[in-house]
């Protein structure tokens, strides 16, 4: 019986690493056992409910005004022990979260085996987006076992001179989770509000744009909201009190615009189905997205995902609020230009990345 630890903390780890639970669950010969470090709690919480995941460890390590220097130095401490305890024969951290780090950076200090899910994504600047470009790099430098949702990310690790046998191509696990919580007859009171005007879905809330490029992101969606009343924007805000003082201050008198509590992950997800187009500075939207056909525009410079950018189903433009407006308006007023994003092909995975991960762990652990 091989033990395999996972090992997350954040909304978008656990949705993607979920599923991955629960198939290696359904395995006689491994032993899973699950940690959460509880660097998110509430937004954490929706989506282990969804998939009936329940940890064996909580470490709540939340705490009002948390930065990174707690949240990495609690981690090290509260997790030593428990991996003293469990002796897994392998340590699962997915990502770049400071979860992952920590926990990598532990699991080093022990001598474990780590494998990383989601390996290998860069932007090449080690600021951008911050910390998490860092936390890859670091944790593909510890990781025994290398787990790439596309072969760019692959080519990226062999650049770095790792060891291909170390490298398995699996797809991303995002595309595994979409089946399990998007549902053809799913509906929303919201939905009422929406009526036939076209669903604009909107995620802002990285570290690195808040202040003036946050607000120029707001002002140019305010102003495409007041050229087009066929339009309406649901706006999940996250908890970060500096991100809802911003949009309030931008957004408030827009009656296009509704900002409304975090989704739990069904609804999301069902919501990104309904949407006509996407703006988000997320990650992991840039990976469900395609999947569901629909064009996003990422609020960022950079992108650690560009095989979406050079599929075409997704556009970088940036905090530059005029650049923002004229793609958004683009995308509304050309048919053509919202076609040949919307039918894109999706390159990343076909929703089974959960099985080859689980079948590499059962061949070489």
Known sequence: M???????????????????????????????????????????????????????????????GQDLYSITSDILIQIKPLLELEKPDIVLVHGDTSTTFATALASFYMQIPVGHVEAGLRTHNIYSPFPEEFNRLAVGNIATYNFCPTELAKENLLRENKNEESIVVTGNTAIDALKTTVNPDYHHDLFEWIGDKRLIMLTVHRRENLGNPMRNMFR??????????????????????????????????NNNIKIVEPFEVTDFHNFLAKSYLILTDSGGIQEEAPS????????????????????????????????????FMELLNDSNSYKKMSQASNPYGDGFASERIKDFLNKNI
């Open 2 to 64: 091989k033990k395999i630890m996972l090992v997350f903390g954040t909304r978008p780890e656990a949705i993607k690493m979920c599923p991955l639970v629960k198939t290696l669950d359904n395995e006689k010969n491994i032993e899973t056992v699950v940690c959460v470090t509880g660097q998110h709690k509430e937004m954490l919480q929706q989506v282990l409910d969804v998939f009936d995941v329940q940890p064996k460890y909580n470490l709540k390590i939340m705490k009002e």
């Open 220 to 253: 140019a969606i305010n102003r495409v909201c007041e050229e087009n009343d066929d339009i309406r924007v649901i706006y999940p805000i996250h908890l970060n009190p500096q991100i809802r003082k911003i949009a309030s201050e931008e957004l408030k008198d």
């Open 292 to 327: 569901l056909g629909k064009p996003v525009l990422v609020l960022r410079d950079t992108t650690e995902r560009p095989e979406g950018v050079n599929a075409g189903t997704l556009k970088l433009v940036g905090h530059k609020e005029e650049n923002i407006y004229q793609t």
